[in-house]
């Protein structure tokens, strides 16, 4: 599609649920990124794709968070047995990230966020 | 350990004047430093790019110079407009690590006055 787009914009759960957050990247982007932004802070990194490369989770804040990207493509974010202090906007981004070369072309296109509330 | 620290008092300024925002790391040699705004409710969009060679880029009022040995970047917005009203995000690669995590800095709230 023509930006990052990612679902649901907004959710709401309870504690001890679990919940799934999915992105679609920019076509032919092959890096994405998943941040969490809690409210009126920075963004903090989650996990990071980049081709067939194994994924650099080191962001997860625990063993309860997980993602995976089928395809290179679309990717889910996953929170098992949700707290209250899960909630965030839950960031994506992509870009046309290349692993040899002249850098510069690693601008990262976000999502708009899933904001995710866990009562 | 590693840091990038950015004022997290919001800039209060008039419009017309030039508003200067701040970002220092630590323990980082970056590759390149990028400059993003953020509007509530949205995600960050990218504004500017300035690798380690490079002592200053501009973009139409946007101006962004990056000093490696004060570890240190400043973004101008000259001409202020309240338009102009954001958070503004630097954010640092690793160097030499095309395609590594991007790291953020905490963001400095932007609030230009009429």
């Known amino acids: 599609g023509a930006g990052v787009s990612q679902s649901p914009s907004n959710k709401v759960t309870e504690k001890g649920k679990d919940v799934e957050l999915r992105c679609d990247p920019i076509s032919g982007h092959t890096a994405l990124y998943w941040y969490r932004q809690s409210l009126g802070q920075g963004l903090e990194f989650l996990i990071y794709f980049q081709g067939n490369s194994a994924p650099d989770k080191s962001g997860l804040p625990s063993d309860r968070f997980s993602a995976e990207r089928t395809g290179g493509s679309v990717s889910t974010l996953t929170i098992q047995r949700t707290q209250q202090e899960d909630s965030a906007v839950y960031l994506c981004?992509?870009?046309?990230?290349?692993?040899?070369?002249?850098?510069?072309?690693?601008?990262?296109?976000f999502g708009a966020g899933s904001r995710l509330t866990v009562l | 350990s590693q840091k990038i620290e950015q004022n997290s008092e919001a800039l209060n300024i008039q419009e017309g004047k030039t508003a200067t925002l701040t970002c220092n790391y630590t323990?980082?040699?970056?590759?390149?430093l990028q400059w993003y705004r953020q509007d509530p409710g949205r995600g960050p969009v990218f504004l500017l790019l300035i690798r380690e060679n490079e002592k200053e880029k501009r973009k139409e009022r946007l101006k962004v110079t990056f000093d490696t040995t004060l570890k240190q970047s400043l973004f101008h917005i000259t001409a202020s407009q309240p338009a102009d009203s954001a958070t503004y995000l630097c954010?640092?690669?690793?160097?030499?690590?095309?395609?590594?995590?991007?790291?953020f800095g905490g963001g400095t709230r932007v609030l230009v006055k009429p």
């Open positions: 981004a992509s870009s046309l990230a290349r692993t040899s070369g002249r850098t510069g072309a690693n601008v990262l296109t």
């Open positions: 954010a640092l690669a690793p160097i030499k690590a095309a395609g590594n995590k991007l790291t």
């Open positions: 323990n980082y040699s970056p590759a390149y």
